[in-house]
């Protein structure tokens, strides 16, 4: 059974940055998609970026490009979302997950395991 755990989230002030980390047990990651969505309660899990796990191509919802560097650690199995020049509006609990994808998408529901899930709040 794959097991994704985040880490990282917390208070941020507008302008600073924060690191989340997800870390995968329970399987190969060999030929899969990871990917970072975030959501407010209340409203629909918003695509952050994702990453292919072999060949390390990347995509980044417009929101977030030129800010946000997604990442990976083969050797310990982890996924990274560098958040740099945050902004109130990325505050959300921020979910990884996995997709048997060899591209990266966008879209939640083909996605097959997910995180808890880590809160981010950013303060103006």
């Known amino acids: 059974q794959v097991q994704l755990v985040e880490s990282g989230g917390g208070l941020a002030q507008a302008g600073g940055s924060l690191r989340l980390s997800c870390a995968v047990s329970?399987?190969?990651?060999?030929?899969?998609?990871m990917g970072w969505f975030r959501q407010v309660s209340g409203q629909v899990r918003e695509f952050v970026a994702g990453?292919?796990?072999?060949?390390?191509?990347?995509r980044y919802a417009d929101s977030v490009k030129g800010r946000f560097t997604i990442s990976r650690d083969k050797a310990k199995n982890t996924v990274y979302l560098q958040m740099n020049s945050v902004k109130p509006e990325d505050t959300a609990v921020y979910y990884c997950?996995?997709?048997?994808?060899?591209?990266?998408?966008?879209?939640?529901?083909?996605?097959?395991?997910w995180g808890q899930g880590t809160q981010v709040t950013v303060s103006s």
């Open positions: 997950a996995t997709s048997r994808s060899f591209m990266v998408i966008n879209t939640a529901r083909l996605y097959d395991y």
């Open positions: 329970g399987g190969t990651l060999s030929g899969y998609t």
């Open positions: 990453i292919t796990w072999n060949g390390g191509g990347t």
